[in-house]
T-cell receptor
C-alpha cells in the first residue's frame, strides 16, 4: 500500500530556531515529492517540489531533501519566524499518477 | 489564467440538503482531481478526470457523491442528502501528465463545507 507519514504531528519552537520536518513514504516508485504549506481554514500553497532524480531543492529559508532509497524527505526551515506557523504537508506522486498526502505537521513558532 | 479556482469558498448547509461545488482548472491541464480534507488530516483522494472521462473513484466517494466534467473544462462535485460527516474542505487540483511529473499538482483554495 502506498502511504505517506509525517513526524512530528505537531511542533512548537521559539522564534529564530532552525527546525526539521520529516516525511516518510512507502514504495520508492515515485516521480517526485512535493511540500505544501496550509494556513488554518485555507487551501494548499506549494513550497518545493523535488524530482525523484534530485537530492534537494532550496527556496529562501527552506531546503527540502529526498532520499528515495530510504523513503524519506526532510524539510529544513532556517531561522524560523512566527509567520512560518502553519501546517506543513508532504505528498508523493507515485507511478500511475497516484498523489498521496501525509497527515501534516502543525508548526507553531513563538515570538 | 491565474490558477485553479473553486466556488464557493464556504458553504453552510442543513443536513439533508444537496450542495454543488465548482472547480475551474488551469486551461491547459487535461487532468482534474478532487480531494477531501477533514480537520487535522491530510487531503484524501476522491476522484479524477482526464478530459471529460472520470477515470478513477475512491471508495470514499459514496453513492451520494457525483462528479462531472461535461466538456473537459470545469468540474462540479455534488453531494446529495448531506450528512454531518460530510463537513470538510473539498480541494480541487489540476495537472497534465507531463506537468505533474515536472511541477506537481496545482491546487485551488478549496471549498469549506459545514453541515449543521
Amino acid at each position: 500500500k502506498q502511504e505517506v507519514t509525517q513526524i512530528p504531528a505537531a511542533l512548537s519552537v521559539p522564534e529564530g530556531e532552525n527546525l526539521v520536518l520529516n516525511c516518510s513514504f512507502t514504495d520508492s516508485a515515485i516521480y517526485n515529492l512535493q511540500w505544501f504549506r496550509q494556513d488554518p481554514g485555507k487551501g494548499l500553497t506549494s513550497l518545493l517540489l523535488i524530482q525523484s532524480s534530485q537530492r534537494e531543492q532550496t527556496s529562501g529559508r527552506l531546503n527540502a531533501s529526498l532520499d528515495k532509497s530510504s523513503g524519506r524527505s526532510t524539510l529544513y526551515i532556517a531561522a524560523s519566524q512566527p509567520g512560518d506557523s502553519a501546517t506543513y504537508l508532504c505528498a508523493a506522486l507515485y507511478y500511475g499518477q497516484n498523489f498521496v498526502f501525509g497527515p501534516g505537521t502543525r508548526l507553531s513558532v513563538l515570538p | 489564467d491565474t490558477g485553479v479556482s473553486q466556488d464557493p469558498r464556504h458553504k453552510i448547509t442543513k443536513r439533508g440538503q444537496n450542495v454543488t461545488f465548482r472547480c475551474d482548472p488551469i486551461s491547459e491541464h487535461n487532468r482534474l482531481y478532487w480531494y477531501r480534507q477533514t480537520l487535522g488530516q491530510g487531503p484524501e483522494f476522491l476522484t479524477y478526470f482526464q478530459n471529460e472521462a472520470q477515470l478513477e473513484k475512491s471508495r470514499l466517494l459514496s453513492d451520494r457523491f457525483s462528479a462531472e466534467r461535461p466538456k473537459g473544462s470545469f468540474s462540479t462535485l455534488e453531494i446529495q442528502r448531506t450528512e454531518q460527516g460530510d463537513s470538510a474542505m473539498y480541494l480541487c487540483a489540476s495537472s497534465s501528465a507531463d506537468w505533474a511529473v515536472n511541477y506537481g499538482y496545482t491546487f485551488g483554495s478549496g471549498t469549506r463545507l459545514t453541515v449543521v
